[in-house]
């Protein structure tokens, strides 16, 4: 019998661990929970968790003395600290000390199990492997029609080798999915697979997140800390995700490291040799002959030693009652609900579906179905779970109308907010999904429209991350 993998909790915020331990038992992990740092030491201690989730603001022991002790007596636990918007430097300064990663207040569901499995998965390397060969995993997770095994072909024609890989498609195709099994069942795979998502990284701290620094590099780098790049510099692969966000200091920094395969901390002199295997991800098209971009074609030259291409779900809808079968299996697996089969018209409607938000999307639906419908699930179920036009729209022509007792500054506010989510959903449509060529069509940054993209997912009614992923 398989006994599910145990999540630490230590967080003296009770409602914290309530949420967190709701999302990660909503998947089928088991989750224990101390208020303290001495108390949750204890608990890792006497069992054996497969990764901690750790408040950096806890009373008395603190955050960083925690996570000091963990990493000296369990040097293989996954740690993910949580830290505010406040405290981000201090989250970056513990991944230098050994942290796996960091998640920001206020955090989605998607990103805590995306980082919970991706930990899980650096503490038991190899599981994959035990459970089947590279080309059943790819199937089992993804499909097994034409363009997924021309995509397993790509996969295993340079799995075995050092090349750097780009892995280009649009959100939601499963990306990281390709990037973790050019890993794992790689010639790396016992060393660590180490994760940047350069959408997050702002200019000011780029070489910090990369290189790491000395102690008195600069102001309040208070003892040294290694980058991201170093951590996987002894074997391990490094993943770049959203590399088109890479701002053009770290395109440059980056390009040096890889043309000398050395590395430095920030007010470092001692080199640091580099073996590590660069996997970037993109969404976009980094290097356009006939346009000028922002993302340097040496770069993209040295990255693209290999390209792969997930197809995007709307290429391969042979794989969509697979897929919505699968989904639908887990949900009530997970949730203990009774066995349900969709009728003949709710899979010609999940066919007919364009799926700007690909697999994710899908999946999103499916979730959300499998709880709605009270026995078999019909099209119209399916219909009252996914983005309707008239409210994707909304803003550009329907005004729905609010109490008359509304104050005036809460009219005008809830109008703005309509027009606001219309403009960035039609933007994301006709970008096919592709969240930084949106931001460009509004005229917004990309860290707007993250943030706006964000807020709307979160108020959505089919769900976080059903509008663009």
Not at 66 to 85: D, E, K, N, Q
Request: with cysteine; net charge neutral; aromatic share 6%.
């Amino acid at each position: 019998m398989n006994v599910p993998p145990q999540v630490l909790v230590i967080d003296d915020d009770r409602d914290m661990r309530w949420a967190l331990r709701t999302i990660l038992e909503s998947i089928g992990f088991t989750v224990a929970e101390a208020n303290a740092g001495p108390a949750g030491l204890e608990i890792a201690a006497r069992g054996q968790p497969a990764a901690v989730l750790l408040d950096m603001k806890i009373p008395g022991l603190g955050g960083h003395e925690v996570l000091t002790h963990l990493r000296a007596r369990h040097p293989a636990l996954p740690i993910i600290v949580i830290t505010g918007y406040g405290t981000i430097q201090g989250a970056v300064s513990t991944i230098r000390a050994g942290a796996f990663d960091y998640m920001i207040k206020p955090f989605d569901n998607d990103e805590v199990i995306s980082t919970v499995r991706r930990a899980i998965a650096q503490h038991r390397p190899g599981s994959d492997q035990a459970n089947g060969s590279l080309k059943e995993t790819i199937t089992e997770m993804m499909g097994c029609g034409t363009a997924i095994q021309n995509l397993v072909t790509q996969i295993e024609a340079v799995v075995n080798t050092d090349y750097s890989v780009v892995v280009g498609g649009e959100t939601g195709t499963g990306k990281e999915i390709v990037a973790q099994a050019l890993h794992r069942y790689g010639p790396r795979k016992a060393q660590p697979f180490v994760v940047l998502d350069c959408g997050t990284v702002s200019e000011a701290l780029v070489a910090s997140e990369l290189f790491g620094h000395e102690r008195g590099a600069y102001t309040d780098a208070h003892e040294r800390r290694r980058g991201r790049l170093e951590v996987a510099a002894s074997g391990g692969t490094m993943f770049m995700d959203e590399i088109g966000n890479l701002c053009g200091a770290g395109q440059r920094a980056l390009l040096r490291a890889l043309e000398e395969r050395v590395i430095y901390r920030i007010g470092g002199t001692t080199p640091i040799p580099l073996d590590t295997r660069l996997i970037a991800a993109t969404n976009e098209i980094l290097v356009d002959d006939d346009e000028a971009g922002a993302f340097r074609p040496d770069l993209f030259y040295r990255l693209s030693e290999f390209i792969i291409v997930a197809p995007p779900l709307r290429q391969r809808p042979e794989d969509i009652e697979f897929l919505a079968r699968r989904f639908l299996r887990q949900t009530q697996r997970v949730h203990e609900t009774s066995a349900r089969e969709y009728t003949t018209d709710a899979l010609d409607l999940l066919h007919s579906y364009s799926w700007p938000g690909n697999v994710r999307q899908l999946r999103n639906v499916v979730r959300r179905v499998s709880l709605m419908a009270p026995s078999e699930i019909t099209a119209a179920h399916i219909k009252e779970c996914m983005p309707q036009r008239s409210n994707r729209a909304a803003g550009t022509g329907s005004y729905r109308p609010v109490a008359s007792s509304t104050p005036l500054r809460n009219l005008v506010e809830h109008r703005v907010q309509q027009l606001e989510r219309g403009a960035i959903l039609d933007a994301l449509t006709h970008a096919g999904g592709n969240k930084t060529m949106a931001a460009r069509r509004l005229g917004i940054n990309y860290k707007t429209f993250r943030l706006k993209l964000k807020a709307i997912e979160q108020t959505a009614s089919v769900g976080p991350g059903n509008v663009g992923l």
